[in-house]
């Protein structure tokens, strides 16, 4: 932590966070009002889902057999799960607690305790911000090392924010909490994420390489974030051919993981079924529940022989970027994989806030960009006016009947223009700063003045 | 080559720099001008456009068959009982149900009359009716939907509790409980209230159709009855109940047209039905009432119920033969009498100049605490290019707004949660709770300014001892009040433009109470002049409105409070909340605002 004027400390963060969360799960209404949004629970993530699986694998009926995880059952899975919490063991259940990558098999034996479901949350959020704390410490001692830029006023650029600042603004950001409370399944997708993040800056190949596969493995389009990590594991790695090396070490552990996780799933649940249940849902994007991202709408209106088309556009859209970005940027692998999350949660088929909350958390990774960009106060209020707009004309669309479908998207597109719009300034950000790097301010001269070629070039 | 290709790069930075700075603040006065100029206009005729009706399945029906027979529909009772903070209600609804002989039993349409009209008499004439009615009904063959009568006890609570049984919302909690209903239809696709008070004649009728929270009916249900009062029925038809006589002069019909927009806008704005059928929008039911109205030497012709009954069997003939929910016309209007009419097109335009005159001012102070003003500086001084630099070199610094937005919002909130606790304390009065929110309020606003004077001042002597060798610009952050002003206004703009999807008419109170003091007030050096200024944001804060509203209807203070709790606890209106947890805590930033130093 260098420089840090902030008075708080990590324990006293942390508890703050922990408290607030629990305080706020305390007032129920607020917490299932939230869990029936759908900025925050699309079919992927929904915990009302997840707990209609459970109940399934509970009695023994197949959870992926008919697309169980896509009908959404109105209400009474608490009422069920509170008459069968007594249910008797039988022989899954052993299975289940020795070895449980699913998230049926992480809720099957808590899910009738909805403290322990919450506390599990919550300290999924809090594991998040002590990884943040943790990568910014190792960001730090990296920057350490590396050469300063001189400003324009003469001193050294100031160090970015503190890992203190950083855990605070994920776990206080609106987003963050507002998902966990409506305990959306993205959580542990993003855990995995941090967590991949936090291994490969701490150059742990084989945990990093894990921990992305578990992501993918939740919501497919964390593999993208391979190549960035893989990009942390090599910084200052010497020559070509050692970069090689690990490129197939990473791939093949990466590879690795993911067989073995579906090999654990097809044991869990005895059948192949998932597969299709879940990345047949988030490739072909089959359910249409209206959410904030722009797949929705586009699909509802699509005559049928066009779709296959546009979904394969519209998908391999999301993957393009990964690559052209991780070679331009690749001196910044913490921005990158910070982009690429921007990117699915922009672009995926079923986004949510929960998305959000991530990519926000990683941003202040790179704070040290913040003072190069041009559009925050626009951004902010991008991100105000649609936070704010959505269930509004959700209420119009959905309750009161004077609004229509045409209203809650052209929110979701503007909340899709306040993303696409950080991503630019965020990158165009990262440029200028390593513009600053490659061509320093000069001396200043006798006479006190500074030359300005190198401004008139970038401020056209 | 335009012009400007020839100015010099310092002219162009110059250019750009008044503009940000100075003109943009004087061009959102223009756009707060320009929206007050268009509210205005909205009433006169040219910006309202005539009534049609859009439904093409609503024919209006034809005579009434006055053949008189034994009732003989399914009635039944229902008991409730409500407890807000302050009381407790309870009362007996009475309710019946025709089965229309060609329907199927799953769409229904509510005659409702409350036991006790807006006149605070009995409402004779109007139960008179529905029996009346429902013998008609009972012989005709025609209808295709069941129809409901209900008899409805208390204020609007009655029908409130028959409203959630009959959606299968009862439930027996401490607070309430409603009874569940034993006779039950389909679903209900429109409803008409009836509040025709005493037994005599009367001159006119008033139409009622702001729900809670500003929720209006589909514009046909007002379109239907104009139509077959003009026609079937003859009877003079207004908005509200207030009579207006022709006339033909051009600038009375203007102020007259102001007169009936402005009473719809309050009722909207206050969230508070202005009667039954307020209730029936929540469910998504198009619903008005019927008022009748006696005015001694009204010129028009009077009526009886005779005549009246023929209109509601019209109207009831027309909703029956609808196909679906009311969705054709419109769902956002504003009403300048019952012909006429002002779509969302022409009356949102002013909410967003608004809006937009908020922005600007909010992008200008944060021009102003970026390194626009030096630059700006260095041309003036020298006539050079001052460098554009890539990044700002005065940071700004946004602790102090955030600490006091986020705290005046949990002051909001906490007051809120105070407002509607019951504590069990005795001698316990919304009043005195208000009063202790408000002692939250000022200690917060009193140590917030406080400690940042106190900074200030450390800040300062600082400065001081450092200037000694400081040498060249002083690159001091902006002051707080630019950055908290920033953030006033910016959040203001969201308030005022989200709220106006929601409730145009009391987004458009709030956003012309604030607009000038939000904009044109900042901190000065004259103690004086910031008192002045914090006197003004006090008297237009939650309490010092509720003072104003108070000695306007001449009440208690306690009274107008307890007007805006009883909403909130037993309609389920959102003035109250939006009052305590958006507008009061932007009104606390904004006094802290005018009181931190100057510079």
Same mark, same amino acid.
Request: net charge neutral; proline share 4%; hydrophobic share 50%.
């Given at each position: 932590m260098?420089?840090s004027?902030?008075?708080?400390?990590?324990?006293?963060?942390?508890?703050a966070?922990?408290?607030?969360r629990?305080?706020?799960?305390?007032?129920?209404?607020?917490?299932?009002?939230?869990?029936?949004?759908?900025?925050?629970?699309?079919?992927?993530?929904?915990?009302?889902?997840?707990?209609?699986?459970?109940?399934?694998?509970?009695?023994?009926?197949?959870?992926y057999?008919?697309g169980v995880?896509?009908?959404?059952?109105a209400?009474g899975?608490?009422?069920?799960?509170?008459?069968?919490?007594?249910?008797?063991t039988?022989r899954?259940?052993? /299975?289940?607690?020795?070895?449980?990558?699913?998230?049926l098999?992480?809720?099957?034996?808590?899910?009738?305790?909805?403290?322990?479901?919450?506390? /599990?949350?919550?300290l999924?959020?809090?594991?998040?911000?002590?990884?943040?704390?943790q990568i910014?410490?190792i960001?730090d001692?990296?920057?350490?090392?590396?050469?300063?830029?001189?400003?324009?006023g003469?001193?050294?650029?100031?160090?970015?924010?503190?890992g203190?600042?950083?855990?605070?603004?994920?776990l206080f950001?609106?987003?963050?909490?507002?998902?966990?409370l409506?305990?959306?399944?993205?959580?542990?997708?993003?855990?995995?994420?941090?967590?991949?993040?936090?291994?490969?800056?701490?150059?742990?190949?084989?945990?990093?390489?894990?921990?992305?596969?578990?992501?993918?493995?939740?919501?497919?389009?964390?593999?993208m974030?391979t190549?960035?990590?893989?990009?942390?594991?090599?910084r200052?790695?010497?020559?070509?051919?050692?970069?090689?090396?690990t490129?197939?070490?990473s791939?093949?552990?990466?590879?690795?993981?993911?067989g073995?996780?579906?090999?654990?799933s097809?044991?869990?649940?005895?059948?192949w079924?998932?597969?299709?249940?879940?990345y047949?849902?988030?490739?072909?994007?089959?359910?249409?529940?209206?959410?904030?991202?722009?797949?929705?709408?586009f699909?509802?209106?699509m005559?049928?022989?066009?779709?296959?088309?546009?979904?394969?556009v519209?998908?391999?859209?999301?993957?393009?970027?990964?690559?052209?970005?991780s070679?331009?940027?690749?001196?910044?692998?913490l921005?990158?994989s910070?982009?690429?999350?921007?990117i699915?949660?922009?672009?995926k088929?079923?986004?949510?806030?929960g998305?959000?909350?991530?990519?926000?958390?990683l941003?202040?990774?790179s704070s040290e960009?913040?003072?190069?960009m041009?559009?925050?106060?626009?951004?902010?209020?991008?991100?105000?006016?649609?936070?704010?707009?959505?269930?509004i004309?959700?209420y119009?669309?959905?309750?009161?009947?004077s609004?229509?479908?045409?209203?809650?998207?052209?929110?979701? /597109?503007?909340?899709?223009?306040?993303?696409?719009?950080?991503?630019?300034?965020t990158?165009?950000?990262?440029?200028?700063?390593?513009?600053?790097? /490659?061509?320093?301010?000069?001396?200043?001269?006798?006479?006190?003045?500074?030359p300005?070629?190198?401004?008139k070039?970038?401020?056209? | 080559?335009g012009l400007?290709?020839?100015?010099?790069?310092a002219?162009?930075?110059?250019?750009?720099?008044r503009f940000?700075?100075?003109?943009?603040?004087?061009?959102?006065?223009?756009?707060?001008?320009?929206?007050?100029?268009?509210?205005l206009a909205?009433?006169?005729?040219?910006?309202?456009?005539?009534?049609?009706?859009?439904?093409?399945?609503?024919m209006?029906?034809?005579?009434?068959?006055d053949?008189?027979s034994k009732i003989?529909?399914?009635a039944a009772?229902?008991?409730y009982?409500?407890?807000?903070?302050?009381?407790?209600?309870?009362g007996?609804?009475?309710?019946a149900?025709?089965y229309?002989?060609?329907?199927?039993?799953?769409?229904?349409?509510?005659?409702?009359?409350?036991?006790?009209s807006?006149?605070?008499?009995?409402?004779?004439?109007?139960?008179a009716?529905?029996?009346?009615?429902?013998?008609?009904?009972?012989r005709?063959s025609h209808?295709?939907?069941?129809?409901?009568?209900?008899?409805?006890?208390?204020?609007?609570?009655?029908?409130?509790?028959?409203?959630?049984a009959?959606?299968?919302?009862?439930?027996?909690?401490?607070?309430?409980?409603?009874?569940t209903?034993?006779?039950r239809?389909g679903?209900?696709?429109?409803?008409?209230?009836?509040?025709f008070?005493?037994?005599?004649d009367?001159?006119?009728?008033?139409i009622?159709?702001?729900g809670?929270n500003?929720?209006?009916?589909?514009l046909?249900?007002?379109?239907?009855i104009?139509?077959?009062?003009?026609?079937?029925?003859p009877?003079?038809?207004?908005?509200?109940?207030?009579?207006?006589?022709?006339?033909?002069?051009?600038?009375?019909?203007y102020?007259?047209?102001?007169?009936?927009?402005?009473?719809m806008?309050?009722?909207?704005?206050a969230?508070?039905?202005?009667?039954?059928?307020?209730?029936?929008?929540?469910?998504?039911?198009?619903?008005?009432?019927?008022?009748?109205?006696?005015?001694l030497?009204?010129p028009?012709?009077?009526?009886?119920?005779?005549?009246?009954?023929?209109?509601? +069997?019209?109207?009831?003939?027309?909703?029956?033969?609808?196909?679906?929910?009311?969705?054709?016309?419109?769902?956002?209007?504003?009403?300048?009498?019952?012909?006429r009419?002002?779509?969302?097109?022409l009356?949102?335009?002013p909410?967003?100049?608004?809006?937009?005159?908020?922005i600007?001012?909010?992008?200008?102070?944060?021009?102003l605490?970026?390194?626009?003003?030096? +630059?700006?500086?260095?041309?003036?001084?020298?006539?050079?290019?001052?460098?554009a630099?890539?990044?700002?070199?005065?940071?700004?610094?946004?602790?102090?707004?955030?600490t006091?937005l986020?705290l005046?919002?949990?002051a909001?909130g906490a007051?809120?949660n105070?407002?509607?606790?019951?504590?069990?304390?005795?001698?316990?009065t919304?009043?005195?709770?208000?009063?202790?929110?408000?002692?939250?309020?000022?200690?917060?606003?009193?140590s917030?300014v406080s400690?940042?004077h106190?900074?200030?001042?450390?800040?300062?002597?600082?400065?001081?001892?450092?200037?000694?060798?400081?040498k060249?610009?002083?690159?001091?952050?902006?002051?707080?009040?630019?950055?908290?002003?920033t953030?006033?206004?910016?959040?203001?703009?969201?308030?005022?433009?989200?709220l106006?999807?929601?409730?145009f008419?009391?987004?458009?109170?709030?956003?012309?109470?604030?607009?000038?003091p939000? !904009?044109?007030?900042?901190?000065?050096?004259?103690?004086i002049?910031?008192?002045?200024?914090?006197?003004?944001?006090?008297?237009?804060?939650p309490?010092g409105?509720?003072?104003?509203a108070?000695?306007?209807?001449?009440?208690?203070?306690?009274?107008?409070?307890?007007?805006?709790?009883?909403?909130y606890?037993?309609?389920g209106?959102w003035?109250?909340?939006t009052?305590?947890?958006i507008?009061?805590?932007?009104?606390?930033?904004?006094?802290? !605002?005018?009181?931190l130093?100057?510079s």
């Amino acid at each position: 932590m260098s420089g840090s004027t902030s008075v708080a400390t990590p324990a006293s963060i942390f508890t703050a966070a922990f408290a607030l969360r629990l305080a706020l799960f305390h007032l129920p209404a607020l917490a299932s009002t939230l869990a029936d949004q759908v900025e925050i629970s699309t079919p992927i993530t929904s915990f009302k889902r997840l707990s209609e699986g459970v109940f399934l694998f509970r009695n023994g009926v197949p959870p992926y057999d008919g697309g169980v995880f896509h009908q959404v059952c109105a209400k009474g899975h608490a009422r069920a799960d509170r008459a069968f919490s007594g249910a008797k063991t039988d022989r899954l259940f052993n /299975l289940l607690l020795s070895k449980a990558p699913l998230l049926l098999g992480l809720f099957y034996p808590i899910l009738s305790s909805p403290l322990l479901v919450n506390l /599990l949350y919550i300290l999924g959020d809090l594991a998040i911000g002590y990884m943040l704390l943790q990568i910014t410490a190792i960001k730090d001692q990296d920057s350490a090392h590396a050469k300063k830029i001189r400003q324009y006023g003469g001193q050294l650029e100031s160090p970015g924010m503190d890992g203190v600042t950083v855990a605070a603004l994920y776990l206080f950001n609106p987003f963050t909490i507002a998902s966990c409370l409506g305990r959306s399944t993205i959580l542990y997708s993003n855990l995995a994420v941090v967590a991949g993040i936090w291994m490969g800056m701490k150059r742990n190949q084989n945990l990093a390489m894990f921990n992305i596969a578990l992501a993918t493995y939740l919501s497919l389009y964390p593999a993208m974030l391979t190549i960035p990590v893989w990009l942390m594991l090599n910084r200052e790695a010497g020559g070509y051919s050692v970069q090689k090396k690990t490129a197939a070490q990473s791939a093949s552990v990466f590879l690795l993981s993911l067989g073995s996780l579906f090999l654990l799933s097809f044991v869990l649940v005895d059948s192949w079924d998932f597969f299709v249940s879940v990345y047949g849902t988030i490739l072909t994007v089959s359910d249409l529940t209206p959410n904030l991202g722009l797949f929705w709408y586009f699909f509802i209106e699509m005559f049928d022989q066009f779709r296959p088309f546009f979904l394969v556009v519209f998908q391999i859209h999301v993957f393009t970027f990964a690559i052209p970005i991780s070679i331009k940027l690749r001196k910044y692998p913490l921005f990158v994989s910070f982009l690429l999350c921007t990117i699915m949660g922009s672009f995926k088929g079923y986004p949510s806030v929960g998305d959000a909350s991530l990519y926000l958390g990683l941003l202040p990774l790179s704070s040290e960009i913040f003072k190069y960009m041009r559009y925050s106060f626009l951004i902010v209020n991008l991100f105000l006016y649609s936070s704010l707009l959505a269930p509004i004309f959700w209420y119009l669309w959905v309750y009161v009947g004077s609004g229509n479908a045409n209203f809650f998207y052209a929110i979701g /597109l503007v909340y899709g223009i306040g993303e696409i719009i950080l991503m630019i300034d965020t990158t165009f950000a990262v440029s200028r700063r390593d513009f600053e790097l /490659l061509s320093p301010v000069e001396e200043v001269s006798a006479d006190g003045t500074k030359p300005d070629w190198d401004r008139k070039v970038i401020q056209k | 080559m335009g012009l400007l290709s020839r100015l010099s790069k310092a002219q162009k930075q110059q250019m750009f720099g008044r503009f940000v700075l100075d003109w943009m603040p004087r061009l959102s006065y223009v756009l707060v001008a320009v929206s007050f100029v268009w509210l205005l206009a909205l009433p006169h005729q040219s910006y309202s456009k005539h009534t049609y009706v859009s439904e093409n399945a609503l024919m209006p029906g034809s005579a009434l068959q006055d053949e008189f027979s034994k009732i003989g529909l399914k009635a039944a009772t229902q008991n409730y009982t409500l407890t807000t903070s302050t009381d407790s209600r309870s009362g007996v609804n009475t309710y019946a149900v025709f089965y229309a002989p060609r329907s199927d039993g799953t769409e229904a349409l509510v005659l409702s009359a409350p036991w006790i009209s807006r006149d605070k008499i009995t409402n004779t004439n109007a139960i008179a009716l529905i029996l009346a009615l429902g013998r008609v009904f009972k012989r005709c063959s025609h209808f295709s939907k069941d129809i409901i009568f209900v008899v409805s006890d208390g204020d609007a609570e009655g029908l409130q509790a028959w409203l959630k049984a009959y959606h299968g919302l009862d439930q027996t909690t401490s607070d309430h409980f409603e009874e569940t209903l034993t006779v039950r239809s389909g679903a209900i696709q429109a409803a008409l209230n009836l509040d025709f008070a005493g037994t005599g004649d009367y001159n006119a009728m008033g139409i009622f159709f702001e729900g809670v929270n500003g929720q209006l009916p589909n514009l046909d249900m007002i379109n239907t009855i104009t139509r077959i009062a003009a026609g079937i029925a003859p009877v003079e038809v207004t908005l509200h109940d207030e009579l207006v006589p022709y006339t033909e002069n051009m600038t009375k019909n203007y102020i007259n047209s102001l007169k009936k927009m402005l009473y719809m806008m309050k009722y909207q704005a206050a969230g508070t039905p202005t009667g039954n059928h307020g209730l029936y929008l929540k469910y998504k039911i198009d619903a008005i009432t019927l008022y009748g109205i006696d005015k001694l030497g009204w010129p028009s012709q009077r009526y009886n119920l005779f005549r009246l009954g023929s209109l509601i +069997e019209s109207a009831f003939r027309s909703l029956n033969n609808l196909l679906e929910h009311l969705h054709q016309s419109f769902f956002f209007y504003l009403l300048s009498g019952v012909h006429r009419y002002t779509s969302i097109g022409l009356y949102m335009p002013p909410v967003i100049i608004l809006g937009v005159a908020f922005i600007l001012q909010a992008l200008s102070l944060w021009g102003l605490s970026s390194d626009l003003p030096l +630059e700006l500086e260095a041309i003036a001084s020298d006539e050079k290019v001052a460098i554009a630099l890539p990044y700002s070199l005065r940071s700004r610094e946004l602790k102090l707004a955030a600490t006091t937005l986020t705290l005046a919002f949990v002051a909001g909130g906490a007051s809120f949660n105070l407002l509607t606790t019951s504590f069990g304390i005795p001698g316990e009065t919304p009043l005195l709770k208000l009063m202790a929110s408000v002692g939250v309020c000022s200690m917060l606003v009193l140590s917030a300014v406080s400690s940042a004077h106190v900074r200030h001042r450390i800040l300062k002597s600082k400065k001081i001892k450092a200037g000694a060798n400081a040498k060249g610009t002083s690159l001091t952050p902006a002051a707080d009040w630019i950055v908290l002003k920033t953030c006033v206004l910016a959040l203001s703009a969201l308030v005022v433009t989200t709220l106006s999807a929601l409730n145009f008419s009391l987004a458009v109170s709030i956003g012309l109470v604030i607009v000038l003091p939000f !904009m044109a007030f900042r901190p000065s050096s004259y103690v004086i002049l910031s008192g002045l200024q914090a006197a003004i944001l006090v008297a237009i804060s939650p309490p010092g409105l509720m003072m104003a509203a108070a000695s306007w209807y001449s009440m208690d203070p306690a009274q107008v409070l307890n007007w805006v709790l009883e909403g909130y606890e037993v309609l389920g209106t959102w003035l109250l909340p939006t009052i305590c947890c958006i507008y009061w805590p932007l009104n606390l930033a904004a006094i802290v !605002m005018v009181l931190l130093p100057v510079s």
